[in-house]
């Protein structure tokens, strides 16, 4: 193998940009200079496209599970009432997080690789009035869906007073999110997915209806005080020291994707999930998901022939090329391949290409190129 190559296709933490990586080499300033202050009030504004808000975007020092976590316990009060989504391990850990905190926590879970019912929801909610918040997970990473949070979101609003709290930590940024018009009231993502930078900073946007609860929720909390940073970004700063290099990093992300087009960022994500879909298909290896629920930042497969571990670590020892395995449920039962953030349709017809060897020499019998040729097919469609 060659050394110090690597090819990370995990859906996060996901490669780095050569820019964003420079970025972030700039020398450390103080988080209350002015040129950091500079920095904040610069980069801020430039998130809420990507959450489809116009409200503040937080900027939280954290890896995402934190912004999950400041979300639960900002919202709710000991002894309230949550319905949590669960589609798979990221809604379980909304749950554990609900419980953990002494919600009183109700589930709905759907089997894993496939999309929340909106339905089951709806007659849930009329059923139970006094949920005062639902938990869902925009793309539910372990299994690649991605949720129809915007039909939820409708369901919810003409069926309950709930809050609609969504994690969308693994897309936000790749796909389209529209906070304010579809009606999310808490919308939380991290770093280290689809905005292309290192793990260490998580952001949270809050709506109007949601804030009033926050303010009126008397829960002791510190660190996760989500006031405390709306108030701090209203001086262009934060309440505690702040991952400086990261912010660095991300103006330079923001730059890129306003560069190339939030639409055209969006579209390219829908590419590369055809790309990959279509590759697999080819190649008669079963996807988990149904081409409705799947997202565009991460495919999951369920192979039959071959156990999916085995085409994992040979392909890290042989090629460097990482990809991901199943969580829980689904451990040793699926690969994922991560394509989001920083991703070309290039990329994915490497890792194609590199899966095809690697099946090879597991025994399969495939015909070599017969993946690539459906991706780039799907490629050339799109050009
Ligand atoms: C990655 C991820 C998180 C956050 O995980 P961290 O390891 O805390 O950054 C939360 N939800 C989803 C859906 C994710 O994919």
Not at 60 to 69: D, K, V
Not at 222 to 243: E, G, I, K, N, V
Not at 283 to 296: E, G, H, N, V, Y
């Amino acid at each position: 193998m060659l050394p110090d190559y690597q090819l990370l296709r995990i859906p996060g933490p996901t490669p780095i940009p050569p820019s964003v990586q420079r970025a972030m080499s700039q020398p450390m300033v103080g988080h209350r200079s002015a040129s950091f202050q500079e920095l904040l009030s610069r980069v801020a504004p430039r998130l809420k496209p990507l959450f489809g808000t116009k409200q503040d975007v937080l900027i939280l020092t954290g890896s995402g599970t934190l912004a999950l976590e400041a979300a639960v316990v900002n919202a709710l009060d000991e002894g309230e009432a949550a319905l949590v989504l669960v589609t798979g391990a990221f809604g379980d850990r909304f749950r554990k997080m609900c419980q953990t905190y002494g919600l009183d926590t109700y589930v709905i879970e759907s089997e894993w690789g496939r999309a929340f019912d909106v339905e089951e929801v709806e007659n849930f909610l009329r059923q139970h009035p006094h949920i005062k918040a639902v938990f869902a997970t925009y793309c539910e990473t372990s299994t690649a869906v991605l949720n129809p949070i915007w039909e939820l979101a409708k369901v919810i609003q003409q069926n309950s007073d709930a809050l609609f709290i969504v994690d969308a930590v693994s897309c936000l940024g790749a796909v389209e999110t529209k906070m304010d018009e579809w009606g999310i009231d808490i919308l939380v993502t991290g770093s280290q997915k689809a905005l292309m930078l290192p793990a260490g900073l998580a952001f949270a946007a809050i709506s109007e209806k949601g804030w009033h609860k926050v303010q009126h929720n008397r829960r002791p909390r510190f660190y996760l005080d989500l006031s405390r940073y709306q108030q701090s970004l209203s001086d262009h700063a934060t309440p505690f020291t702040p991952a400086v290099s990261l912010v660095m990093g991300l103006e330079q992300a923001l730059n890129l994707i306003e560069e190339e087009g939030l639409e055209q960022v969006i579209k390219r994500h829908q590419v590369l999930k055809e790309m990959t879909r279509q590759a697999f298909k080819a190649l008669s290896l079963p996807l988990l998901t149904s081409d409705k629920d799947a997202s565009p930042t991460v495919t999951a497969v369920r192979p039959s022939q071959f156990k999916a571990d085995d085409l994992r670590s040979l392909l890290r020892k042989k090629f460097g090329l990482t990809l991901a395995g199943g969580q829980q449920k689904l451990k040793g039962e699926i690969f994922r391949v991560g394509h989001m953030g920083y991703c070309s349709p290039l990329d994915v017809l490497q890792t194609i290409a590199a899966i095809e060897v690697g099946l090879k020499q597991l025994g399969m019998e495939i015909k070599l190129g017969q993946g690539t040729q459906a991706a780039e097919e799907v490629l050339i469609h799109d050009l």
